[in-house]
């Protein structure tokens, strides 16, 4: 039987090896190579919601009238991370240009940032991103000609329900790529096998992957013998196919990094406990709790894949509003005098600071509301500040920490409480291997494209290239980073 010239026993086999790439997981046997001297570059995405500018703002240091480039305290909402000021650099104006630039209306604001934030590109449609997000062009790059890590990319997000928000991560134009929402599912990505099989179990396992190489072999020879017959639209979609098949071949040869360890008996009971959601009756403590286990839970399978090497992209999700909420005890009934609002949401609106016209939020000036906003900050960088603590312990070899080798991107789809894409409050923590001079605040001028900052984080993995979204906003890498 043939089908569009190809043959039935070539769409087997191809069946057959995609089939394949379902159980890879449990087939890698552990071939510790010798550590890459040169630690390779990692690369983390922290999605937050916004703050307030007026909390996240360095402060001067005593005797002085402002803070400068290296000479500054940390703002209000992040005492938990002065442990890390001198793996930081703060930003101040980086802005969204390529939104102020996009021709095509959002459906509403957050979508407006959410389709701009990691793609820096003009929308497709009122929904949706119009590009690839600098997560998946510097993945996609890393990984060719041939993969570096058995999964190119994740996107973790383990305490919130899909958003409809404009996605984050895009794999395409219009193509948004697929989060990781079951904290039990990315347990089972990691290699049940870390050196821990007897050696007849050891021989077992290159059996196996000795068998399915052979098969992806057969059904790549088969294809070299028909492809001369194919249409050209046939040729295109089969070569797509035997490149994908090319890649897992590869990718069971890749082995775990040496300084890898597979998430612990402590962190698999931590992943079962969070796989059960509190009672719908559960007080606010206990949801707080669980709210925590999960990005816990997020942030430490996270960066075990990066310390065993199984990828070098990610993009992690800060609990958002309606789950941070339970973290620092928020309840509306408590606050109805004189704090009228519905929610953390509502509250972040009517609470931010200054905006790009003068004006602030109806509740700034009320103390106690601009004081419960400021738990929300704190509860988003309390958890920034674990996921790098998390990093450091990880040792690399040389004296060095698994965070000396990454960079860690504090973004996200908004600024503030307006809605607003400029003057971002982002942060970088880590050098990415030395790349980046940390523990400085660089103010840029405002309206600089993040475009730009994307360029510089391509570079920084290695990605050679110059520009990034839309090149009409796009200057090149931004000044004054390295």
Known sequence: MKIHGLSRRLLLQLAAAGATSAMLPSLFAKKARAADPTFPTRIVFVYNMGT??????????????????????????????????????????????SQGADPTDADNAHIRGGTHALTAASRLTSSLAGGPSIDQTIAKAINAPAPVTRYPSWDLDFTNAPDGEGGASYIAAGQVNDRLY?????????????????????????????????????????????????????????????????????????????????????????????????????????????VKLGWDVQARLAVAALACDLT????????????????????AADY????????????????????????????????????LIKQLDIAQANMFA?????????????????????????????????????????ILAGSANGYFRTGRFLQYAKGTA??????SLAN??????????????????LSNLR
């Open 182 to 290: 079951d904290a039990k599912g990315v347990l089972g990505k990691f290699p049940t096998d870390l050196g821990q099989q007897s050696d007849a179990e050891k021989a077992a396992i290159a059996a196996r992957i000795a068998r399915q190489q052979a098969s992806l072999d057969l059904a790549l020879g088969e294809y070299g013998n028909i492809k001369a017959r194919l249409s050209k639209a046939d040729k295109l979609k089969l070569e797509q196919h035997a490149q994908t098949i090319r890649d897992l071949r590869a990718q069971m040869q890749l082995g775990v990094s040496a300084a890898c360890q597979p998430p612990n008996a402590a962190l698999q009971a931590d992943v079962t406990t969070f796989d059960h959601s509190p009672v719908s009756n559960a007080s606010q403590t206990e949801r707080g709790a669980w």
């Open 52 to 97: 307030v500018r007026e909390f996240y703002n360095p402060i001067a240091t005593v005797g002085n009238p402002a803070p400068t480039e290296t000479s500054f305290e940390l703002g209000p909402i992040h005492d938990a991370l002065r442990p890390f000021k001198n793996d930081l650099v703060l930003t101040r104006g980086i802005s969204m240009a």
């Open 336 to 371: 109805g005098n004189g704090l009228s609002h519905t929610d953390t949401h509502d509250l972040a609106h009517k609470c931010s600071g200054k905006d790009q016209y003068g004006g602030y939020g109806a509740l700034w000036s009320v103390p106690a509301a601009q004081e």
């Open 460 to 477: 920084a993995m290695g990605v050679n290239i110059t520009s990034f979204g839309n090149p009409a906003v796009c200057k090149g890498p």
């Open 312 to 331: 070098r992209v990610q993009v992690l999700h800060l609990p958002g509003y309606g789950s941070i909420d339970h973290v620092f005890g928020y309840q």
């Open 450 to 455: 993040h475009n730009d900052l994307y360029v």
């Open 386 to 426: 674990d996921l790098l603590s998390y990093l450091k312990a990880v040792p690399r070899g040389d004296g060095g920490t698994l965070l000396d080798s990454t960079v860690v991107v504090y973004c996200g789809q908004i600024a503030n409480g307006y809605h607003e894409t400029d003057d971002l409050p982002w």
